[in-house]
């Protein structure tokens, strides 16, 4: 389905890409104008539609900031949140809103940097805006921007461009037929590229050559999973399960769920069914009773992606399911395997600046 309406909509990708190039443009000539911020600004983002890592790789910059005594401020969209506008999402004592609220991957990143800020909004002006009028007494030290390569409307002091190894980066086609938000020439506005995802099938070599020859620095990348965590009844995570391997189904709404299912297999679950939707798209209560059914059936666990359950977790038709049967999801981290140091410079730089 998906794949048809590609078909159609192709020629309309040369309109897209003119329109990028027009954008860019005019920028470029300062026609459009770029505001710069109170203090620093990271700013990560891909040139690509779809799951690239660029989540975790937030997770692992406001961890080095952290880890520095820096306090980061995080300013994301929110995809397919329930709010509009500028919305505080954590004032790095509390969280304030919710998964749907929030966004899903927003929500996470909160939790799981409980001493960090981090704002909802569309306009990533504004949202750097109500930071510096909300922490007056106490303002953060940097703000790191979530998906914001062609957000050019704020200045940034430091442009990191994500690269998924296992998608095929440098032969994609423009919006809508591929996953190309603007031409591929444009990566050469990063100051620094992170290739990630990769693995044995995908060792990123020709993405690295290529940005490599422009003179973009790169950091190379791989996710590393977790042990998978169980939901409690109420929604809530309890412990880590060391053990849990066999069958499972797997639930994710996500931009590239086969690579969820890789990862189950490489960790010694059983995927023998799945519930897929789109990126960020809910499941329906009729879907998950489906499931539930299924799984007690089979003697099986239900396993989700980490981002899965920061969406669902208050849902009662989700913890409908977590009481009837086990259910678990899975975090992942980053690891860095070449280039830590080059990273490391680059964000210290940044506050220096």
């Given at each position: 389905?998906?794949?048809?309406?590609?078909?159609?909509?192709?020629?309309?990708?040369?309109?897209?890409?003119?329109?990028?190039?027009?954008?860019?443009?005019?920028?470029?000539?300062?026609?459009?104008?770029?505001?710069?911020?109170?203090?620093?600004?990271?700013?990560?983002?891909?040139?690509?539609?779809g799951?690239?890592?660029?989540t975790?790789?937030?997770?692992?910059?406001?961890?080095?900031?952290?880890?520095?005594?820096?306090?980061?401020?995080?300013i994301?969209?929110?995809?397919?949140?329930?709010?509009?506008?500028?919305?505080?999402?954590?004032?790095g004592?509390a969280i304030?809103?919710?998964?749907?609220e929030?966004?899903?991957?927003?929500?996470?990143?909160?939790?799981?940097?409980?001493e960090?800020?981090?704002?909802?909004?569309?306009?990533?002006?504004?949202?750097?805006?109500?930071?510096?009028?909300?922490f007056t007494a106490?303002?953060?030290?940097?703000?790191?921007?979530?998906d914001?390569?062609?957000?050019?409307?704020?200045?940034?002091?430091?442009?990191?461009?994500?690269?998924?190894?296992?998608?095929?980066?440098?032969d994609?086609?423009?919006?809508?037929?591929?996953?190309?938000?603007?031409?591929?020439?444009?990566?050469?506005?990063?100051?620094?590229?992170?290739?990630?995802?990769?693995?044995?099938?995908?060792?990123?070599?020709?993405?690295?050559?290529y940005?490599?020859q422009?003179?973009?620095?790169?950091?190379?990348?791989?996710?590393?999973p977790?042990?998978?965590?169980?939901?409690?009844p109420?929604?809530?995570?309890?412990?880590?399960?060391?053990?849990?391997?066999?069958?499972?189904?797997?639930?994710?709404?996500?931009?590239?769920?086969e690579?969820?299912?890789?990862?189950?297999?490489?960790?010694?679950?059983?995927?023998?069914?799945?519930?897929f939707?789109?990126?960020?798209?809910?499941?329906?209560?009729?879907?998950?009773?489906?499931?539930?059914?299924?799984?007690?059936?089979?003697?099986?666990?239900?396993?989700?992606?980490e981002?899965?359950?920061?969406?669902?977790?208050?849902?009662l038709?989700?913890?409908d399911?977590?009481?009837?049967?086990?259910?678990?999801?899975?975090p992942?981290?980053?690891?860095?395997?070449?280039?830590?140091?080059?990273?490391?410079?680059?964000?210290?730089?940044?506050l220096?600046?």
């Amino acid at each position: 389905m998906i794949d048809t309406l590609r078909q159609l909509l192709a020629p309309l990708s040369p309109f897209y890409g003119a329109a990028a190039e027009i954008r860019n443009l005019l920028f470029d000539k300062g026609i459009l104008t770029s505001t710069k911020a109170a203090i620093p600004v990271v700013s990560i983002g891909n040139i690509t539609a779809g799951g690239s890592g660029k989540t975790p790789l937030v997770d692992l910059v406001v961890k080095q900031y952290l880890s520095m005594g820096i306090t980061p401020a995080v300013i994301a969209r929110g995809y397919k949140r329930s709010t509009s506008g500028v919305q505080l999402v954590s004032d790095g004592r509390a969280i304030l809103l919710q998964g749907r609220e929030a966004g899903d991957e927003t929500w996470m990143l909160a939790r799981m940097n409980p001493e960090a800020i981090v704002v909802v909004a569309e306009k990533r002006v504004a949202g750097a805006s109500f930071i510096m009028q909300h922490f007056t007494a106490s303002p953060p030290k940097v703000i790191v921007l979530d998906d914001a390569f062609q957000h050019r409307q704020i200045q940034r002091d430091l442009d990191i461009l994500v690269v998924n190894a296992a998608a095929p980066f440098l032969d994609e086609l423009m919006l809508p037929t591929g996953n190309l938000r603007e031409p591929l020439h444009n990566v050469t506005r990063a100051d620094l590229a992170v290739v990630t995802k990769i693995s044995p099938r995908h060792d990123g070599s020709r993405h690295i050559r290529y940005l490599e020859q422009l003179g973009i620095p790169v950091v190379s990348t791989r996710l590393k999973p977790g042990y998978p965590v169980r939901i409690e009844p109420d929604g809530s995570p309890g412990r880590n399960d060391r053990s849990l391997t066999g069958k499972v189904y797997a639930l994710a709404g996500i931009g590239q769920p086969e690579n969820f299912l890789e990862t189950l297999r490489e960790t010694g679950m059983e995927p023998i069914g799945s519930v897929f939707t789109g990126d960020h798209e809910p499941f329906g209560a009729s879907e998950l009773s489906t499931l539930t059914l299924k799984a007690k059936k089979e003697g099986a666990a239900i396993i989700m992606t980490e981002k899965d359950y920061s969406r669902m977790h208050d849902d009662l038709p989700f913890r409908d399911m977590a009481a009837e049967c086990r259910c678990y999801y899975l975090p992942v981290t980053m690891d860095i395997t070449s280039g830590a140091d080059l990273l490391q410079r680059n964000l210290e730089q940044v506050l220096r600046q």
